[in-house]
């Protein structure tokens, strides 16, 4: 994004890298017009998600429920790569991408099951705590974040496309 209000002319754009978990930590005023319900989700690394990708095919279970199903919020912080240049995880289990605000809209939550593991996948893993309290108002209890996101997995040599 930065990039872009670059490319318009301004030259004075600054980047925050704590976030505001680093924000309120350090004791800073933070207000909200809608707040996140309380909700402490749990990480999961990313070779325990990996053993759940193989316990299956198709990544069902016995009743065929959904095992895991994987939801990629990377794409708002993607927007300018090319589709062919983001990497995914290589897996056969259901992947939705969207952007964490689409989960508001009824259609799109549809889409993301009740039953089985949802595996929040951010870009380093910082946003994961936002979307499991943000998924939990809407009553999912089933979610997980992946720890150090997607550059754990690439770190950890997991298969990618």
């Known amino acids: 994004m930065a990039v872009a209000i670059k490319n318009q002319g301004y030259t004075n754009i600054k980047i925050y890298n704590g976030g505001i978990k680093d924000w309120k930590q350090a004791g800073l005023p ?19 998600v990996y053993a759940i990708m193989q316990r299956s095919e198709n990544c069902l279970d016995e009743n065929g429920n959904p095992l895991l199903t994987i939801l990629d919020f990377r794409i ?10 983001l990497k995914r995880i290589k897996t056969r289990c259901p992947v939705i991408t969207c ?42 209890r089933n979610v997980k974040g992946l720890e150090f996101g997607m550059r754990g997995w690439i770190k950890s040599k997991l298969p990618i496309e």
Not at 37 to 47: A, D, K
Not at 76 to 85: I, K, P, Q, V, Y
Not at 109 to 126: C, D, F, M, S
């Open 99 to 140: 952007l964490l605000d689409e989960v508001r809209l009824p259609e799109q939550r549809a889409r993301i099951p009740k039953e089985g593991l949802v595996v929040t996948i951010t870009e380093t893993g910082n946003r994961d705590d936002v979307a499991m309290r943000y998924l939990s108002g809407f009553g999912y």
């Open 30 to 48: 933070v207000a909200s017009i809608e707040p996140l319900p309380e909700y402490t989700g749990e990480m999961i690394t990313c070779e325990e």
């Open 76 to 85: 708002e912080n993607s927007l300018e790569e090319a589709a062919d240049g």
